[in-house]
């Protein structure tokens, strides 16, 4: 049996309290200052379940982490900018092989580019890249890569329909021009 060091409980009951503040910029500070993840200009996190060695996790500028999201950063996530994974996304990079005698782990870091939009529910795998401007519509389980602009459903999620290229959002600003207040 091994043990795991304190540090490690300490970072997950820290990720915790830090997810359920109602402070949006407090929560967005700490997440950053205490749990290591590198975020860009204008990121906004909402509340959040759980995010798991948040060193290995980078957000893009302008980036949105919608309420209830899982980040299990094991093997490392990049998200780019103006990503908006929207309420109760989990992206898992570690999971247990089903076919290992002793349920060894197994995985790979997961890419989201930019102005990818990630709906209500979507589970991500590991290794999986989910392309530039792609959406991954409700409820679907990402188990295979993403093209660009691409739109996939479903479980496996699979290719429903493209995505317009024409993509000039900038969650940084509301759509008056205005910066949001965080």
Sequence with gaps: MSIRPAGSGLKF???EVIG???HRSLRTFLTSWVLGVQIGRDVRFHRFREIRHGRRIEVGTGSIIGLWATLD???GIRIGDNVNLSSEVSIWTQQHDYNSPVFATEGGPVTIGDRAWISYRTTI???VSIGEGAVVAA???V???VEPFTVVGGIPAKKIAERSRDLTYDFGRDISGTPWFI
Excluded: C, N
Aim: aromatic share 0%; net charge positive; proline share 11%.
């Design 13 to 15: 009951v820290a990720a």
């Design 20 to 22: 359920r503040l109602p």
């Design 73 to 75: 950063g094991r093997q």
């Design 125 to 127: 795998l590991p290794g």
């Design 139 to 141: 409820g679907a389980v």
């Design 143 to 145: 188990t295979q890569d």
